[in-house]
């Protein structure tokens, strides 16, 4: 069964930065869009970026520019730069394809606050 593991979370001030990184298993990664999503309390789970399986990328207006997402094919793994965080971007990541077909894994929780 396909398995998404999420990890890199953490608490943050404002401004600063973290690295998250989802393991894919089980699943033909290499052919699939994937991206990030994330749900802020009380909120919809949303479309942070996402990448092609060539590489293309794009991202929601509101991390445009301090997001970064990449993938490694051959790994089966998704990263997430983020950079000069706002307490807005507080939420749980997760990964999953463009279709979102697969289970939902547990998320990474970020944290922005002073």
């Known amino acids: 069964q396909v398995q998404f593991v999420e990890s890199g979370g953490g608490l943050v001030q404002p401004g600063g930065s973290l690295r998250l990184s989802c393991a894919a298993y089980?699943?033909?990664?290499?052919?699939?869009?994937m991206v990030w999503y994330r749900q802020a309390p009380g909120k919809e789970r949303e479309v942070v970026a996402r990448?092609?399986?060539?590489?293309?990328?794009d991202y929601a207006d509101s991390v445009k520019g301090r997001f970064t997402i990449s993938r490694d094919n051959d790994q089966k793994t998704l990263a997430l730069q983020v950079n000069s965080l706002k307490p807005e971007d507080t939420g749980v990541y997760y990964c999953?394809?463009?279709?979102?077909?697969?289970?939902w894994g547990r998320g990474t929780k970020i944290t922005v606050s002073s």
């Open positions: 999953n394809t463009v279709l979102a077909q697969f289970p």
């Open positions: 089980e699943m033909y990664f290499s052919c699939n869009t």
């Open positions: 990448v092609t399986p060539t590489g293309r990328t």
